[in-house]
Nanobody
Framework: QVQLVESGGGVVQAGGSLRLSCAGS????????VGWFRQAPGQEREFVAGILWSGGRTNYADSVKGRFTISRDNAMNTVYLQMNNLKPEDTSIYYC???????????????WGRGTQVTVSP
């Protein structure tokens, strides 16, 4: 069993930056691929970025390439999402998830956090 807790969301102006963290519990967390997803009201949950369990490969949605960076520190059981040059369309609830492929669909992931709100004002 893996439990995930996201943090780092908030309100930022367009062009600003935020760093999200996903803290995983359980000694097996370092063995799972991790993905970041987001879901805006009325929208489907979409893949944003993913990282292999080893950190050896990452993948990004086209909408965030060049602006977002996913990384992980397995010694700290934490995965990060650095978000730069944020745009109003990035406003969403951001979730981290574990146990799926990279890249992957939401339904392919097993464990989920409760999400953290990111709001980007114009």
């Amino acid at each position: 069993q893996v439990q995930l807790v996201e943090s780092g969301g908030g309100v930022v102006q367009a062009g600003g930056s935020l760093r999200l963290s996903c803290a995983g519990s359980g000694r097996t967390f370092s063995g799972y691929n991790v993905g970041w997803f987001r879901q805006a009201p009325g929208q489907e949950r979409e893949f944003v970025a993913g990282i292999l369990w080893s950190g050896g490969r990452t993948n990004y949605a086209d909408s965030v390439k060049g602006r977002f960076t996913i990384s992980r520190d397995n010694a700290m059981n934490t995965v990060y999402l650095q978000m730069n040059n944020l745009k109003p369309e990035d406003t969403s609830i951001y979730y981290c998830a574990a146990g799926g492929p990279v890249p992957g669909r939401a339904r392919e992931y097993v464990y989920w956090g409760r999400g953290t709100q990111v709001t980007v004002s114009p």
